[in-house]
């Protein structure tokens, strides 16, 4: 098991564990209400530099060169600069020059934005690993903490994540849908 920077070549692979993570998100993200569509604007933007899902912000954990699971993580002060890209293009997309994606993180926090693992190499620890990764960069680059939003009907994956030092913080509602804000001090 070994866990690396992705790459552009890694979209493929990742952009399904993306989606697993994220659902509905993904539609607010691209402006499509087609899930198909969505993929295939989220394999693009993978590719690029400079947005929120892009390469640059992922880190890929790979078992047996399999790719098993992905992190993507960002400064919450650059949220509105990774948005803006996908912002223009779902504009254009949707039809809507005033298409917003809402904002997920503080300005003050390191985010952890998608965390996925494979349903075929899940149970082996490979969240923690990937969530632990995320904390040493956010320590490295000098954030006193990190944070993450969980759906509020998703009491297991909180549980998870308060194991992992996690505490909730507020609620947020993004897409329909109602978020538990949790940071962790690093």
Known sequence: MTIRPAIPG??????????????AIALVLTGTDDTEEAASVLRD????????VSYENTLVLEEDREVAGLVIFYDGADAHKLDAPLERAAARRSGRSDY?????????????????VSPGH???????????????????LGHPRIALLVEVDS?????????FGFRADYTKRIARQDYVHMVRDL
Request: proline content about 7%.
């Open 100 to 116: 917003q994606i809402p904002t997920e993180p503080e300005k003050s926090e390191f985010y952890l934005d998608t965390l996925s």
């Open 122 to 140: 899940q149970r082996k620890g490979y969240g923690g690993r990937l969530v632990e990764a995320a904390c040493d960069r956010a320590r490295c």
């Open 155 to 163: 009491p297991d994956t909180r549980r998870l994540y308060e194991r």
């Open 10 to 23: 890694d979209a493929p692979k990742v952009v399904p564990l993306i989606l697993q993570a994220i659902g």
């Open 45 to 52: 933007f993978f590719g690029q530099e400079q947005n929120r």
